[in-house]
């Protein structure tokens, strides 16, 4: 599957729930050919912006679309990787701030 | 003024960290990366006590900068410690 096919298939339905692709459609595409390198990486589409453990059972929270998009865009409006982001983002309507991690401390891997 | 050192924890995926390395190429500022997914297991787990010692939440990008240490693409006070 290619950038295309992926925004294609994911951008009608994630909107029906509320959540928008970024305006900024190069970090779009960036993010989308991220999420299929670990797909063919790990196998499962886990977020571009956290260090996954190869461990489905473990990274079953950070797989794309996250555990934490929802309180992140309701928060900042954007989730931590700044893929899906609400309408007030994307018109400026509210302040791009940096998103915190919200994942907890003992979910990360440590190897 | 002697030119700080400047490293970035990152992973090869994240926007972020590629947005943090552009601003430094950008402003042509030398700088070391490691990208820590694309490191063995072995190796993961010795940089990953590194980050955590610098970056207790262990997220990426951790950006440090001479003595300081900033965590995430926060372009203001990447651009302040680097007066750039």
């Given at each position: 599957m290619d950038t295309d096919a992926l925004y294609e298939k994911l951008k009608n339905f994630q909107e029906s729930k509320g959540y928008f692709f970024n305006k900024d459609s190069e970090k779009?595409?960036?993010?989308l050919e991220a999420l299929i390198t670990n797909k063919e990486r790990y196998g499962y589409?886990?977020?571009?912006?956290?260090?996954?453990?190869?461990?489905?059972?473990?990274?079953?929270?950070i797989i794309c679309p996250c555990e934490?998009?929802?309180?992140?865009?309701?928060?900042?409006?954007?989730?931590?990787?700044?893929?899906?982001?609400?309408?007030?983002w994307n018109k400026g309507e509210i302040s791009h701030?940096?998103?915190?991690?919200?994942?907890?401390?003992e979910k990360m891997p440590g190897f | 003024?002697?030119?700080?050192?400047?490293?970035?924890?990152?992973?090869?995926?994240?926007?972020?960290?590629?947005?943090s390395k552009k601003l430094f190429d950008e402003c042509s500022v030398q700088y070391d990366f490691i990208d820590v997914d694309l490191l063995d297991k072995e190796e993961k787990g010795l940089i990953m006590k590194d980050i955590k010692e610098l970056n207790p939440r262990c997220s990426f990008p951790t950006i440090v900068i001479g003595d300081k240490v900033i965590v995430g693409y926060r372009e203001d006070q990447i651009r302040e410690a680097l007066k750039i």
């Open positions: 779009v595409n960036e993010l589409m886990v977020c571009p912006c956290r260090l996954a453990s190869g461990e489905q059972k473990d990274d079953r929270d934490y998009r929802e309180p992140d865009v309701k928060e900042f409006g954007s989730c931590y990787c700044s893929l899906y982001v609400s309408i007030e701030e940096y998103v915190e991690e919200r994942r907890p401390l | 003024m002697t030119e700080k050192d400047v490293k970035i924890f990152s992973l090869s995926t994240c926007s972020h960290c590629k947005s």
